[in-house]
T-cell receptor, first 112, second 112 residues
């Protein structure tokens, strides 16, 4: 099992460009999450999907959109990137009703 | 008060010593907890979970939960240089166990 995979590993964008971060899990988990991690700010939840077909805002959703494509895949889109979105983005998944979350390797995003 | 508070450190211990990492939490956090370890440049990985009052041991790691004091700790016995990392404490949000509330993490350095 690969667990949680994320693509790309690293990306450089110019202000105003758009991009989609991809996440997939092969653990048959129902819930999936997108976090960003910044120095001194810890892990902050952007969006989550409790189950296929549902998505909910987290702590810092502004500037992002998500799609739960199917049970395996959960993507994060930046429509118009801003330097404030420079961060490390982690995708995670968990079973229904289980709080333990398993993380992907992360995507390092630099917005110039 | 932050929902989950951790001393940011750095905590420095000599090799072979016991490292003690602490976390306090507010009433917004449900009373089960997770300790994650994050190496620099890597994603968080689960070390231990604890759901009930008292101690839980797994190898060199012991988690302690005191619900009355709203306090959870992680002890690492016989600390090794490979234990040098940031340790994150997290607990589910009351009323929504799919959302974890995270501490900012404690940086641990184990010196040979």
């Amino acid at each position: 099992n690969a667990g949680v995979t994320q693509t790309p590993k690293f990306q450089v964008l110019k202000t105003g460009q758009s991009m989609t971060l991809q996440c997939a899990q092969d653990m048959n988990h129902n819930s999936m999450y997108w976090y960003r991690q910044d120095p001194g700010m810890g892990l902050r939840l952007i969006y989550y999907s409790a189950s296929e077909g549902t998505t909910d805002k987290g702590e810092v959703p502004n500037g992002y959109n998500v799609s739960r494509l199917n049970k395996r895949e959960f993507s994060l889109r930046l429509e118009s990137a801003a330097p404030s979105q420079t961060s490390v983005y982690f995708c995670a998944s968990s079973e229904r009703g289980q709080e333990t979350q398993y993380f992907g390797p992360g995507t390092r995003l630099l917005v110039l | 008060q932050k929902e989950v508070e951790q001393n940011s450190g750095p905590l420095s211990v000599p090799e072979g010593a016991i490292a003690s990492l602490n976390c306090t939490y507010s009433d917004r956090v449900s009373q089960s907890f997770f300790w994650y370890r994050q190496y620099s440049g890597k994603s968080p990985e689960l070390i231990m979970s604890i759901y009930s009052n008292g101690d839980k041991e797994d190898g060199r790691f012991t988690a302690q939960l005191n619900k009355a004091s709203q306090y959870v700790s992680l002890l690492i016995r016989d600390s090794q240089p490979s234990d040098s990392a940031t340790y994150l404490c997290a607990g589910p949000e009351v009323g929504n166990n799919r959302k974890l509330i995270w501490g900012l993490g404690t940086s641990l350095a184990v010196n040979p």
